[in-house]
């Protein structure tokens, strides 16, 4: 049973950091497509940026140049290190993964979903 469970929220001032972590457990293989995603309030969840097995990433528009997503095969473990945060960042954030590789950059369903981690800027 593959459980994800994130970390690493919380509330910052405007142009302050976050480093978020997703921990993965359960499985015996390796990911093909993670991913981290952002629910606002009353919208559809957004893709913030994917990382596939090859280590290739993609990122929204939105969050280019400012997050960096990054995985230790080791530790089972995605982060996604967030910089120059701005109140529009304030959000859920959920881990994705998926098995399948294919079209990493563009997944936007996958089989196992974090519970979310909320992430405040001020």
């Known amino acids: 049973h593959v459980q994800l469970v994130e970390s690493g929220g919380g509330s910052v001032q405007a142009g302050g950091s976050l480093r978020l972590s997703c921990a993965a457990s359960?499985?015996?293989?390796?990911?093909?497509?993670m991913g981290w995603f952002r629910q606002f309030p009353g919208k559809e969840r957004e893709r913030v940026a994917t990382?596939?097995?090859?280590?290739?990433?993609a990122y929204a528009d939105s969050v280019k140049g400012r997050f960096t997503i990054s995985k230790d095969n080791a530790q089972n473990t995605v982060y996604l290190q967030m910089n120059s945060l701005k109140p529009e960042d304030t959000a859920m954030y959920l881990c994705?993964?998926?098995?399948?590789?294919?079209?990493?950059?563009?997944?936007?369903?996958?089989?196992?979903w974090g519970q979310g981690t909320q992430v405040t800027v001020s």
């Open positions: 994705a993964a998926d098995y399948s590789p294919i079209l990493c950059s563009r997944r936007l369903s996958f089989d196992y």
């Open positions: 359960g499985y015996t293989s390796s990911f093909g497509c």
């Open positions: 990382i596939a097995r090859d280590g290739s990433a």
